[in-house]
């Protein structure tokens, strides 16, 4: 597998495009609107919020992909089209209607998705004048343009792909992501969307992508909340002529692997944008007596905000580790448990290590990036998480969302 350029239209037959079509504020005319189309029609796969108050574009994309054919992806910033009751599903209706015109397809495989403020009217008119153009500028150059468009309070674009050779082809896999605040598993409050060029079922592909999303974007947490507009999609096309990948083959385990590669870079890069980050830091349980066990105690870490602002602050004050250990929920034995930070141990047997390696732990706090290893002694299994640290910049940028 190889890392390469071109993100979301690295894939063949993959083209995008973004503009500004008046949903952000005037004076910043920042791109607002975005439009990925695929040359040829094919399965897609998805993954939604699961927070019960879902907007308006989760829920027609879920009716579209009980059908499963998808063509192309309009995608709107500055408005989440969320909380806005029946107008807001006929909005979200007449956004895949527009697409579909213009693509001359019909409109249950037209894919749509909004981010932006919750409970405003979304301003169809202007989505209305602007698709007729934006269906001319899509180019195999326009994914980095499309990036952008979907961006709230990200200072980046995200985008990644891969490609390897399968079934005597060779297969590519591009994405781009959205996501910088109110992140926290299933799911945060993102919007991804990967392509590839592999010709797959969707049966293979929904499970591919499955995979990759509970293993990538529901590892991840900036500040434990989620969103009504969370979304995960992938479109397949066929186009690099492979031999269709089958579930249980080599190749399919290698396309796995490819479709998880892009949406851990991906999700790391939401990190790292995440709303006043300075650090990244993973949190890794291991001997665990399961995995579900594993998985709450690190996102019960992981989601602390007295370890989060620690991290931030560069107070190596392990204790608050272990008191959110102690509250996981998940029966252990204190006097078992070890900590490592970086390549410093601090607890071993429940107990401190004292002030040497204390002094050893505060050099590691001070990186950017590092490891909590968390030995809870009891079993085999094993699961993980990466948190970011919570600044000033974080409530500023908050309390202030609207405005």
Known sequence: ???????????????????????????????????????????????????????????????????????????????????????????????????????????????????????????????????????????????????????????????????????????????????????????????????????????ALQTALSQAVDQSFNCITVDGDTSTNDTVLCLANGMAGNQTLKPLSADFRKFCAMVETVCRTLALKICWDGEGVTKVVRVEVVRARSTTAAKQIAQTIATSNLVKTALFGGDANWGRVMAALGRAGVPIDPSLVSLQFGDAPMVRNGQGLGSVAEQRLSKVFRAKEFTILVDIAQGKAGAHMWTTDLSYEYVRINASYRS
């Open 1 to 203: 597998m190889k890392t390469i350029t071109g993100g979301i239209t690295a894939p063949i037959g993959f083209r995008a495009a973004g503009m500004y079509c008046g949903i952000k504020k005037k004076q910043k005319k920042q791109l607002d609107l975005a439009l990925l189309v695929s040359e040829q029609e094919g399965p897609i796969a998805g993954v939604f919020t699961t927070n019960q108050v879902a907007a308006a574009p989760v829920l027609l994309d879920r009716l579209h992909l009980k059908k499963g054919i998808g063509r192309a992806i309009l995608v709107n910033s500055g408005n989440a089209n969320a909380c806005t009751g029946p107008h807001g599903m006929r909005v979200a209706e007449e956004m895949a209607q527009l697409a579909a015109k213009a693509l001359d397809c019909p409109p249950h495989k037209i894919f749509i998705g909004s981010t932006g403020v919750i409970g405003q009217p979304l301003p169809i008119d202007c989505i209305k004048k602007a698709v007729p153009t934006l269906v001319t500028r899509v180019t195999r150059r326009g994914g980095n343009e499309a990036a952008q468009a979907i961006m709230t309070t990200d200072l980046k674009p995200k985008q990644a792909a891969v490609r390897a050779r399968l079934g005597g082809r060779m297969v590519t896999v591009g994405g781009m992501a959205k996501g910088s605040g109110m992140i926290h598993p299933n799911m945060a409050t993102m919007l991804a969307y990967l392509t590839t060029d592999a010709a797959i079922s969707r049966a």
